[in-house]
């Protein structure tokens, strides 16, 4: 599963494993609500906004080290529904991206499936002129393990 040369290259053909991180997050959050009051007072700008958090499980997969495409369109429709926003309003998506020539693939199916195949959500299903860029944090800081989700965030 690690990477052979020590490179962690997602969505790339060379793509051969993951590579491994070590690292801690911290995340500071305030109700918008909020935020935007003592905005006045302090003159701080808000870094973003989180209009949505979903979480799921990837139910059955072909092994511990795959996804499940299916899984990540239903968290990623979930996730858009509950922000009240449609596929075209994304304009980057933070992937998962371990670099392994069997995890990127199923993901990107996931993602294709959300974001360019899915006339319910889409104003259509062709490409719009704004792509949807996707990168992952990993190939520069590796999998960080228990922290690699607010790595990505």
Known sequence: MLAYDGKCRTFDMYADGYVR??????LVL???D???REQTKTLQVPYGVI???V????????CFT???ANSQKQLLTKALKRAHLLPKDIAYLESHG?????????????I???????DSLSVSSTFTSTPLVMGAVKTNIGHLEAAAGIAGL
Do not use: F
């Not at 799921?56 to 072909?62: E, L």
């Not at 670099?99 to 693939?105: E, I, N, Q, R």
């Open 21 to 26: 991180g070590e690292g801690v997050a911290c």
């Open 34 to 36: 909020v935020m935007m």
């Open 66 to 68: 795959a996804p499940n």
């Open 51 to 53: 209009r949505s958090s």
């Open 112 to 118: 294709r499936g959300v974001y360019i195949d899915n």
């Open 30 to 32: 305030s109700r918008q």
């Open 55 to 62: 979480v799921n499980q990837d139910g059955k997969s072909a």
């Open 98 to 110: 371990t670099g392994t020539a069997l995890g990127d693939p199923i993901e990107c199916e996931g």
